[in-house]
C-alpha cells in the first residue's frame, strides 16, 4: 500500500481508543491476513499463526465445542463485484461441510439479504438447509431492514427475541448475547443500540458470575472503527460497561467485510470477512462499499470465521478462512498484530 495511503489511515484513525494496537500494521497486513488466521486468545493477549499451518484434521479437537461465523451474504446483490452471491455462500457452506468436525452450530451477523424481499430470504434458506450444522442464529444487518422495518426478518428468524430482535442463549457454560444494533441508525450510518435494549442487556447478565465467559454478536461492529463511514457503535461504551466484570469477554461483527481485531483488556473484539464482496480499508476509498477485485481474487477475500473455545484454558481460537486457496499467502510464518 503507498505510503500517502498509509498516512492518511494512521491521521484517521490516531483519535481512535490508546489501546496499544499498531493500526497501521493491522491495516498493511489486511492483505495477507484475508487469506487466513488462527487467533488464539490467552489472557487478552493475541497469538497469531497462518491458516494454512493452523488448520488441518485435527483442528478443533480438544475444544469443548466450535461454531462459525458467516456474515453479509446480500443475497439479491448482482453487481460487477460479485455477480453470485448465492455461488459464494454456497460455496462457504461447502467449505463448513468439509470441515473434520461439524460446529455445533452458525452464527450469521447479518445483512443476510440485499433489499430485504421475500425472495432474496427464500434463497437464504434454502442456501443453508444445506449446512450440515443445523442450529442456526441470527442478527440482522440494515440491509435486512430496508424495506420494512424488519418485519419480514423477524417473522422468519426473529421468533422469540425482544424488541427488533435481540436475545441470548447458553451453549456449554458460554453466554451468547445476539444485539441489533442497526435498527435506529445514527447520522454516518452509525449503529445504536437504544436505551430499551441496552437496559435489557444489563438485566441479562446480573446474577451471571465473573466467571462465564460471553460472547457478543451484532451486525455493526461494537468498537469504533471508522466513523466517517459508520463503522461503529454510537453507544457500545454503554454496553461495554456491563461485560467489564467478566473475565472472558469476545465480540463478534460483521458489516465492514474484512478481518479486523483488537483487543482491549478482557475484551476481544472481531469483524468476519462476507461471503458476498470486500470493502475498502478504512480510508483508502472515497467511501465504503463494494469494491471489484478480478475474478480469480474473489474467493481469497471472502470468507467464514470458526471459533473453537476452550472452556478449561479460557481461550478462543478464531481462525479466519477465505472460500479460495490460501496457499499463494506470504505469510506462512504468522506474524505479531503489531505489524507485518
Same mark, same amino acid.
Given at each position: 500500500? %503507498?505510503?500517502?495511503?498509509?498516512? !492518511?489511515? &494512521?491521521?484517521?484513525? +490516531?483519535? *481512535?481508543?490508546?489501546? #496499544?494496537?499498531?493500526?497501521? /500494521?493491522?491495516?498493511?497486513?489486511?492483505?495477507?491476513?484475508?487469506?487466513?488466521?488462527?487467533?488464539?486468545?490467552?489472557?487478552?493477549?493475541?497469538?497469531?499463526?497462518?491458516?494454512?499451518?493452523?488448520?488441518?484434521?485435527?483442528?478443533?479437537?480438544?475444544?469443548?465445542?466450535?461454531?462459525?461465523?458467516?456474515?453479509?451474504?446480500?443475497?439479491?446483490?448482482?453487481?460487477?463485484?460479485?455477480?453470485?452471491?448465492?455461488?459464494?455462500?454456497?460455496?462457504?457452506?461447502?467449505?463448513?461441510?468439509?470441515?473434520?468436525?461439524?460446529?455445533?452450530?452458525?452464527?450469521?451477523?447479518?445483512?443476510?439479504?440485499?433489499?430485504?424481499?421475500?425472495?432474496?430470504?427464500?434463497?437464504?434458506?434454502?442456501?443453508?438447509?444445506?449446512?450440515?450444522?443445523?442450529?442456526?442464529?441470527?442478527? %440482522?444487518?440494515?440491509?435486512?431492514? !430496508?424495506? &420494512?422495518?424488519?418485519? +419480514?426478518? *423477524?417473522?422468519?428468524? #426473529?421468533?422469540?427475541?425482544? /424488541?427488533?430482535?435481540?436475545?441470548?442463549?447458553?451453549?456449554?457454560?458460554?453466554?451468547?448475547?445476539?444485539?441489533?444494533?442497526?435498527?435506529?441508525?445514527?447520522?454516518?450510518?452509525?449503529?445504536?443500540?437504544?436505551?430499551?435494549?441496552?437496559?435489557?442487556?444489563?438485566?441479562?447478565?446480573?446474577?451471571?458470575?465473573?466467571?462465564?465467559?460471553?460472547?457478543?454478536?451484532?451486525?455493526?461492529?461494537?468498537?469504533?472503527?471508522?466513523?466517517?463511514?459508520?463503522?461503529?457503535?454510537?453507544?457500545?461504551?454503554?454496553?461495554?460497561?456491563?461485560?467489564?466484570?467478566?473475565?472472558?469477554?469476545?465480540?463478534?461483527?460483521?458489516?465492514?467485510?474484512?478481518?479486523?481485531?483488537?483487543?482491549?483488556?478482557?475484551?476481544?473484539?472481531?469483524?468476519?470477512?462476507?461471503?458476498?464482496? %470486500?470493502?475498502?480499508?478504512?480510508?483508502?476509498?472515497?467511501?465504503?462499499?463494494?469494491?471489484?477485485?478480478?475474478?480469480?481474487?474473489?474467493?481469497?477475500?471472502?470468507?467464514?470465521?470458526?471459533?473453537?473455545?476452550?472452556?478449561?484454558?479460557?481461550?478462543?481460537?478464531?481462525?479466519?478462512?477465505?472460500?479460495?486457496?490460501?496457499?499463494?499467502?506470504?505469510?506462512?510464518?504468522?506474524?505479531?498484530?503489531?505489524?507485518?
Amino acid at each position: 500500500m %503507498p505510503d500517502k495511503k498509509q498516512d !492518511l489511515i &494512521d491521521q484517521q484513525l +490516531q483519535d *481512535l481508543n490508546n489501546d #496499544g494496537v499498531d493500526r497501521r /500494521g493491522f491495516l498493511k497486513c489486511m492483505a495477507w491476513a484475508g487469506t487466513g488466521l488462527v487467533w488464539t486468545m490467552s489472557g487478552g493477549i493475541p497469538v497469531s499463526r497462518a491458516f494454512a499451518k493452523g488448520y488441518g484434521k485435527d483442528a478443533g479437537k480438544g475444544g469443548d465445542f466450535s461454531f462459525v461465523q458467516i456474515s453479509d451474504s446480500h443475497i439479491g446483490f448482482n453487481k460487477p463485484a460479485n455477480p453470485d452471491v448465492t455461488a459464494t455462500l454456497q460455496t462457504a457452506i461447502n467449505k463448513i461441510n468439509a470441515m473434520p468436525h461439524t460446529p455445533d452450530f452458525i452464527l450469521h451477523t447479518g445483512d443476510l439479504s440485499q433489499l430485504s424481499k421475500p425472495s432474496e430470504f427464500d434463497t437464504l434458506d434454502q442456501a443453508l438447509k444445506g449446512a450440515a450444522a443445523k442450529q442456526i442464529y441470527f442478527v %440482522p444487518g440494515e440491509h435486512d431492514m !430496508l424495506s &420494512d422495518n424488519g418485519e +419480514q426478518y *423477524l417473522q422468519r428468524y #426473529g421468533k422469540g427475541t425482544k /424488541g427488533s430482535g435481540w436475545y441470548s442463549f447458553d451453549h456449554k457454560g458460554v453466554h451468547f448475547v445476539g444485539l441489533v444494533n442497526v435498527a435506529n441508525l445514527k447520522a454516518g450510518g452509525m449503529g445504536s443500540l437504544g436505551h430499551e435494549q441496552l437496559e435489557w442487556f444489563e438485566a441479562d447478565l446480573k446474577g451471571r458470575p465473573a466467571s462465564t465467559p460471553i460472547v457478543l454478536f451484532a451486525h455493526i461492529p461494537l468498537w469504533t472503527i471508522y466513523p466517517d463511514w459508520g463503522w461503529g457503535t454510537d453507544d457500545s461504551e454503554q454496553a461495554l460497561s456491563y461485560v467489564k466484570r467478566f473475565g472472558s469477554v469476545t465480540v463478534l461483527n460483521g458489516h465492514i467485510h474484512q478481518i479486523m481485531q483488537k483487543i482491549e483488556g478482557k475484551v476481544s473484539f472481531h469483524t468476519a470477512m462476507s461471503t458476498a464482496f %470486500p470493502q475498502p480499508a478504512p480510508g483508502t476509498a472515497p467511501s465504503a462499499g463494494p469494491m471489484k477485485v478480478p475474478a480469480d481474487q474473489l474467493q481469497k477475500v471472502l470468507g467464514i470465521t470458526d471459533v473453537n473455545y476452550l472452556v478449561s484454558g479460557r481461550s478462543l481460537a478464531v481462525v479466519d478462512s477465505p472460500l479460495g486457496d490460501s496457499s499463494s499467502s506470504g505469510a506462512g510464518n504468522g506474524a505479531d498484530p503489531g505489524g507485518s
